[in-house]
């Protein structure tokens, strides 16, 4: 196995993210700064709506293809079928899904936009939802790069194109248009990326022929609890911004959204690692190659640990200040919520790409079941945690996203004799 090889596209895939997430930083800070903390709580509620929306018109196909098309390589004919199938189907979901949710917000008698206090701002929803077609075919062709091993590309579109044109275009539509100006920007932004991702999947994939049949019934059984696992967990993730929308005012959903959204700076390494190694555990997975797939996670999580550590000592010491001086001296008060999200996270990566294993090893639905049980934990101690504050809210995040990787752990261990978490490893090696 050629780990350096491997270490290096991996170091090249973390320095996309590392970049794309000084950008999305600096996007959220223009958002607050331009908007001001009500109207960015406004923004970021929208923003929650249209990224599950998004995830919905995927309805797993993007990760589909993380897992099936690496085993397509040497099919170039098959691989253009498969893109196709994956590309074409989302568009057409995407566009039925804006079509339906725009009748369901004008025709039924209670306007689901006033239920998480949008009420007033159906401009500012309208500007944002055609991105949810947009983003949609961008992720899936995102993945499609990496799924034959095009990850920098994949990456980039994923990642770097969308908050990088953002923040380029929201000062300016602010400035005349207001909130309703960041939620045009950010269209502007995933349509110039959808075009991009289309561009670069033509000249990766090109029209080939071949005998080979298409198996959509495979691809159905692997997306269905693919999309239920990542469904559930951008709900556990959006869910409490959209819980506080209901329940607190608009300043408190910006604390939350703005803690969330800097909590997951300690997951940039987890993602970049899992964008590389998805498609290679499939593989090796299916070649029986379960000792250099162990190797390769142990290694990875000992390093995610450690520069997790760092990050979460610096947020410790300087978060108050940064909040303050990035956001305003009313984000003070995102502190706390802050440390007690990174908390739960940095367990997350402690456990090491753990989820990624299962999945990769038919295991999907075990993640599926998994993950439904997390969802709604999570969702009932948030909405519990509500009616007391922000602060109580991240707290119930942090209890079972550490106890939801907890158990994914186990399982990796008892499913496929493989335990990266970073201090029980020694044991692990001895019983593998």
Known sequence: MRYVGLFGKSIVVVVIKAGAAVISFF???TITKSLGARDSGLYFTAFSMITILALAARTGLDQAALKLMPRSKCNPGLLWKQKNYFTVKT???SVGLVVIVVLLIRTMPFNILALVGLEGQSALFYSILPSVIFLSVAMVSANIMKAISKAYIGSFVESFFIPALTILMIPPLTLDYGVVGAGLSYTAATFITFLIAVAALSRNIPRAISTTELNSKEIIASSSPLFAVTLLQLLIKEGPVLLAAIKLNPIDVSMLA??????????????ATTTVLAPIISRMYSENKHIDIY????KTTGALVAIGLVIMLIAWVFGELLLAEAFGEDFRGAFLPMIL????QLVNISTGPVQTLLIMSSNEKFVKNSTIAFAVVTLILATGASFYGVIYISAAVCVTTAVYNMWLMRAAYTKCGMCPFVISRKFYEKTL
Do not use: D, E, F, N
């Not at 800097?262 to 993602?271: A, P």
């Not at 190797?295 to 142990?298: E, G, R, W």
């Open 27 to 29: 996007l959220v800070t």
């Open 91 to 93: 568009l057409i979901i």
């Open 341 to 344: 999200l990174m908390a739960g």
């Open 295 to 298: 190797k390769i996670l142990t």
């Open 258 to 271: 703005v803690a969330s959204r800097l909590s997951l700076l300690l997951t940039i390494l987890l993602i």
